[in-house]
RNA sequence: GCCGAAGUGGCGGAAUUGGCAUACGCGCACGACUCAAAAUCGUGUGAGCUUACGCUCGUGAGGGUUCAACUCCCUCCUUCGGCACCA
């Protein structure tokens, strides 16, 4: 067909010629005729070619350097991806294919994060069984993968729903349940009433679901929760040695993490007990002048009998437990709370009895679930204060004297005792001291993050790999076991049960019905043939854990998977992951954060302790994919219309001119509107490109040619290496607008350019380079890729820019190695010099060599 | 409220160890080719002034440092992202 093409222009030609204007016709027909690639015919002819060659396949080890670049997997969803996916997935071939070129043994590797709810509602809404929906969208997804050319290694593929994957996962899982790390909790968690589920704190977006942005209720259900905060402060610290993440994902990782140092204080409670409180500011406790404590604190019960306004109290609690997350933290409310008469705390510092609140402004997971109130210096207390008209005691001035309250800052204290004149800083660090010595207060840190809730009420994710078992359970409480007997895990949780190893996979059973039960249970709970079963330990009756694991599970360890994919024995050779680890380069969306990203780095983490790899850290370098947006400007999204399917854009323009564009849009981090006109522009780029391959024949280019090319190589080299895309595809527009301005041009020449065009739009470039070469197929791709010559790159002539009291005046050609007093020289001599300064005189002379020289009278 | 990123032509953007502002691309205008259109090629394209050579102004606003500021400092404004009754 192509050939058939070609011929029906060659004769249109003929036709021509005969109606005269030779020499504009010969011109004509030779121009058209080179110009005669279509460009979306060259994607399969290369991809095929390349398959078959098989030139992306990945050795397990070897003697060259490795490099691994990774991209967020895909979770396959019902519709299709849109240009906007593409993008992250361009960027790490681009790198792949430039360091495959630089002689690195290169893993870039694809795969499916497939359980979870986006699979489940799609399978739900179109009522299909979610294994069914998952296989047909990884099929949809792969093959348009496919049409952008990618270097992936499909050996390696992964998909987290196959069961020899998630063996493995919940093998990992049964490995952190033995450790200690996870434990069972009967609390009120997040629950989402349309997916009806529990939810992670880091699912909750303004108090609504993140998936379907219901707002989210409160609800106590039997859950899982793993430890995360017991690593809170290494995620924190090994920050720091993440020098190859950007720092605003550094940066949102701290604040999810939310560090705070203070001091927590023991208050007495008259007539019995005592409270904790936590704060940061322990210089102002001589301006607490009454406590709350949030409406789970504990003491509120045990103290029952001591209230006299119990019922009034106990109303409060119930009408706050009402209240959804987005409520209870709506800033703008008023701050509510009731005086819990009958009791009183004391102030250790000054012996001073203060009365007891119980406000729901005061969270009861936060620090102690209690706080010392301080309206003087705290703007909630000083708005709660006014509104119950308590006593307001300032403590802290300003240096300056002038202190309008509520001052919050830090300052310097009065009305402190011995601790009047202090500097809050040094206030701090004595009452500590002295906390400690009378026993009443220590040092204390808190996070804000919060340990990560970890099963989900629905069908289709990995099952817990646990059993309860009521004879364990007896046999625990009551002590009546041997020494190892039972994992730390069971110990904690007692009656559940890890399955043994050799019973992994635990399979997700086939139902008739997933949909979610609502009743706080799983759909799997209704399966009696998959909930009953034997304890692994006594052998007596026991019931499976129904809760499934949450989207996030799979994703916390499949990047070393792609190491060893077909590993039975092991999740992955340890040998083979020293190679490999960790991953050079990382690409995705910046909306992982806070989530993947923090799960991930913790999953490691704990995978290290228990020396079954070999870093702490899984991923050296991370860059984040800046969103494609809707020629509108809008998020693309099938709700506005405005989504850009890369299957006809592939079609009309071919995989080179959309991966082109894709990466000269812009700062690969941004966010920027789709434009088709952008696009035609990569293409008229590439047909150029056609056109420059068609001039080869001189024997030698002009030194202004090569030097541009080696500059080129320089510039693609670092740019490709520093994810500036765009100005590398920059750069190549220059040298190929230089290019299609000559005569005729070395092959060579054609063929370098090849090479730094490869990256970006290889199916164009391996046919430009086949086409020189004969012989066995050898990929460009197998070829090295070019050096710059740093003998040609330097100057021996430069521009030099003439300022006369600063304004450019003039610029001239020099030799670049021009002194100061030679540059002067010339260009005092020049009439435009002579014409600016006039009768003045010089004052002063700055030279900066190979740039410019400025005049100053 | 706190933290972070950013603000440059009609548009996407380039240039930050301070040294030609607007590279490259899109769009637009004019011209060539064409019966014509499209495609392609060529020229031009920040604003103002000027017959012209040129000159002045110009990187969100205002100030400052400097021979020289998109770049550094100060005070604001705006947009985006994250965190947020976290004591």
Redo the contacts with the bound molecule.
């Keep these: 067909m192509f050939l058939a093409w070609q011929e029906k222009v060659f004769h249109t030609q003929l036709f021509l010629f005969e109606k005269s204007r030779f020499f504009a016709s010969v011109i004509s027909i030779l121009s058209i005729y080179m110009k005669a690639i279509n460009l979306p015919g060259l994607d399969k002819k290369w991809q095929s070619k390349w398959a078959k060659a098989k030139i992306y396949q990945t050795k397990d080890l070897s003697d060259k350097p490795k490099f691994y670049v990774l991209d967020m997997f895909p979770y396959p969803s019902g519709s299709a991806m849109h240009v906007g996916h593409c993008k992250g997935y361009i960027a790490s071939d681009v790198v792949a294919r430039m360091k495959m070129m630089q002689g690195y043994n290169v893993l870039h590797p694809m795969g499916w994060d497939a359980f979870g709810l986006p699979a489940e509602n799609f399978a739900i809404k179109n009522k299909i069984h979610p294994a069914k929906a998952v296989a047909q969208n990884i099929s949809k997804f792969k093959k348009q993968l496919e049409l952008i050319g990618f270097t992936y290694d499909w050996a390696r593929e992964i998909n987290t729903t196959d069961p020899d994957y998630y063996k493995w996962t919940q093998w990992q899982f049964k490995k952190m349940f033995e450790a200690g790390l996870i434990r069972s909790i009967m609390d009120p968690v997040n629950y989402c009433p349309s997916c009806k589920t529990v939810l992670a704190n880091e699912d909750v977006?303004d108090g609504k679901c993140e998936r379907c942005s219901t707002l989210v209720q409160r609800k106590p259900i039997r859950e899982w929760e793993i430890l995360i905060t017991k690593y809170a402060q290494r995620l924190l610290n090994d920050l720091d040695k993440l020098v190859g993440w950007e720092?605003?994902i550094k940066?949102?990782q701290r604040?999810?993490i939310?560090k705070?140092e203070?001091a927590e204080i023991t208050f007495k409670i008259q007539p019995k007990g005592e409270i904790k409180i936590?704060?940061?500011?322990l210089d102002t406790i001589f301006g607490c002048t009454y406590c709350v404590v949030?409406p789970e604190h504990p003491i509120i019960q045990e103290l029952k009998e001591n209230i006299s306004n119990d019922q009034e109290i106990q109303g409060y609690i119930e009408a706050s437990k009402q209240k959804t997350d987005l409520e209870?933290?709506?800033?703008a409310?008023e701050?509510t709370g009731v005086e819990i008469k009958g009791i009183k705390a004391v102030n250790p510092f000054n012996n001073q009895e203060v009365s007891v609140f119980v406000g729901?402004?005061?969270?009861g997971h936060?620090?102690t679930?209690a706080?010392m109130a301080v309206p003087a210096h705290?703007q909630?207390d000083f708005e709660f204060a006014q509104k119950h008209n308590l006593e307001i005691k300032e403590v802290i001035k300003n240096s300056n004297g002038e202190t309008v309250l509520p001052f919050v800052l830090d300052g310097v204290l009065i009305n402190s005792q011995e601790f009047s004149n202090l500097t809050s800083e040094q206030a701090r660090t004595k009452m500590v001291e002295l906390a400690v010595k009378k026993g009443f207060g220590q040092k204390t840190i808190?996070y804000?993050m919060r340990d990560w809730v970890f099963a989900r009420q629905r069908y289709w994710g990995e099952p817990i790999p646990l059993v309860y078992c009521q004879h364990c359970a007896d046999a625990i409480k009551s002590g009546n076991y041997q020494k190892d007997q039972y994992s730390q895990g069971e110990i904690n949780n007692p009656g559940w049960i890890a399955v043994p190893d050799k019973d992994l996979p635990i399979k997700l059973p086939n139902v008739k019905s997933y949909q979610p039960s609502g009743d706080g249970q799983s759909p799997l709970a209704s399966i009696a043939k998959f909930v009953n079963t034997k304890c692994p330990k006594c052998k007596g009756k026991a019931i499976r854990e129904t809760n499934t694991m949450p989207q996030w599970a799979g994703s916390c360890w499949y990047y070393l998977r792609y190491i060893d994919p077909k590993n039975k024995k092991s999740f992955v050779d340890i040998n083979k992951e020293k190679y490999w680890s960790p991953v050079d380069l990382y690409i995705g969306g910046?909306?992982h954060a806070?989530r993947h990203l923090l799960y991930a780095r913790f999953w490691h983490k704990f995978l290290k302790d228990s020396q079954l790899v070999n870093y702490d850290e899984p991923f050296k370098r991370l860059q984040h994919v800046g969103l494609i947006l809707g020629q509108d400007g809008q998020k693309m999204s099938k709700r506005w219309g405005n989504v850009i399917d890369p299957d006809d854009v592939v079609k009309q323009y071919g995989a080179d001119a959309l991966r082109v564009y894709e990466m000269?849009?812009?700062?690969f981090g941004?966010?920027?509107?789709w434009?088709t006109?952008?696009l035609?522009?990569a293409k008229?780029?590439l047909e150029?490109v056609v056109s420059i391959k068609g001039k080869t024949g001189a024997v030698a280019d002009s030194k202004e040619l090569v030097k541009m090319l080696h500059q080129t190589i320089d510039k693609i080299s670092k740019d490709i290496q520093d994810f500036?895309f765009?100005?590398a595809?920059?750069q190549l527009?220059?040298f190929a607008?230089e290019a299609?301005k000559q005569e005729k041009i070395t092959e060579n020449t054609v063929l370098t350019f090849a090479k730094l065009l490869a990256p970006f739009a290889p199916h164009l470039a391996e046919e430009i380079w086949q086409e020189k070469r004969k012989g066995k197929f050898v990929s460009i791709f197998q070829e090295a890729w070019p050096k710059a010559d740093p003998d040609i790159l330097v100057d021996d002539e430069v521009?030099l820019?003439v300022?006369i009291?600063?304004?450019?005046?003039e610029?001239i050609k020099v030799d670049a190695n021009i002194s100061k007093d030679q540059a002067l020289e010339l260009v005092m001599q020049r009439e435009t010099t002579k014409k600016w300064i006039g009768e003045g005189k010089p004052r002063?002379i700055?030279f900066?060599p190979k740039?410019?020289i400025?005049i100053?009278f």
Aim: proline letters at 1%; charged letters at 30%; hydrophobic letters at 30%.
């Design positions: 977006e720092d605003s940066e949102m604040n999810w939310g705070s203070g936590f704060t940061t500011r949030a209870r933290t709506d800033l409310k701050k729901d402004y005061v969270l936060y620090g679930g706080i705290d909630r808190n804000k910046a909306e806070t000269f849009m812009g700062p941004d966010s920027i509107a434009n006109q952008g035609v522009g008229r780029f150029k500036k765009n100005t595809i920059s527009m220059i607008n299609e521009d820019i300022q009291n600063g304004k450019v005046r610029i002063n700055i900066v740039k410019l400025n100053v």
